[in-house]
């Protein structure tokens, strides 16, 4: 079975700080990995994916994953926050056949101030 | 694209009521629909995994008489709480992936969630 570990709930940080967000993962199979961000009362959004290829992902609005294999790791990051960029991220896994089910970690809310 | 529409967003039942929530992807068509269930400052819970003209996947511990899934259409899959009860109180959030040729990489669309609450 897969299993994801966010180990931080909560990550308070400055606005135009650096940020990392960890997550570890556990699978005997090939997986892909993904980072989704929820803002209150709304729904997932997805925000980067690890399918195959470049293990260094990058979304739109600056975030950036890196998947370590060595590491089983797949931390989230960005090099300058904004206040909007505050918001619950969850790292979560699939296996690569069948339904790909999504197993989530627990999530960590990063909390942006001015 | 990929877009998904939940509805309703909110509803506030009394106890003992069976409540209903649409999932539909909007612009795409999803063979395959998930439902999940999420509770305050945790993390989403798979309840089922919905297959077009089929019966629901069940995750081990959902009861599938409490939690009717359809999936009618490509395009809708509907969860029904049947006889709700304060306890089945929480944020309900449907799911649905793009269905590419076969491919099967594709992440899944999210829908923003229904809050149920049971007085």
């Known amino acids: 079975a897969q299993s994801v570990t966010q180990l931080d709930s909560q990550v308070p940080v400055f606005e135009e700080a650096p940020v990392e967000l960890r997550c570890n993962y556990s699978?005997?199979?090939?997986?892909?990995l993904f980072w989704y961000v929820q803002y209150p009362n709304q729904g997932l959004q997805l925000l980067l994916k690890y399918l195959s290829g470049s293990t260094l992902v990058e979304s739109i609005n600056g975030f950036e994953a890196e998947f370590n294999k060595s590491q089983t790791s797949f931390h989230l990051r960005k090099p300058s926050v904004h206040i909007s960029d505050t918001a619950e991220y969850f790292c979560a896994v699939s296996l690569n056949t069948g339904f790909q089910k999504l197993v989530f970690g627990t999530g960590t809310r990063l909390l942006v101030s001015p | 694209g990929a877009v998904v529409s939940q509805h309703p967003s909110r509803v506030i039942c009394k106890s003992g009521t069976s409540v209903k929530i649409e999932c539909r992807s909007l612009d795409f068509q999803a063979t395959t629909m998930f439902w999940y269930r999420q509770f305050p400052k945790q993390s989403l819970m798979l309840m089922a995994t919905s297959n077009e003209g089929s019966k629901a996947t069940y995750e081990q511990g959902v009861e599938k008489d409490k939690f009717l899934i359809n999936h009618a259409s490509l395009t809708l899959s509907t969860l029904t709480v049947t006889s709700a009860h304060p306890e089945d109180s929480s944020f309900y959030i449907c799911?649905?992936?793009?269905?590419?040729?076969?491919?099967?990489?594709?992440?899944?669309?999210f829908g923003d969630g229904t809050r149920l609450s049971i007085l």
């Open positions: 699978s005997s199979v090939s997986v892909y």
């Open positions: 799911s649905a992936r793009v269905e590419t040729g076969g491919t099967g990489n594709q992440p899944q669309h």
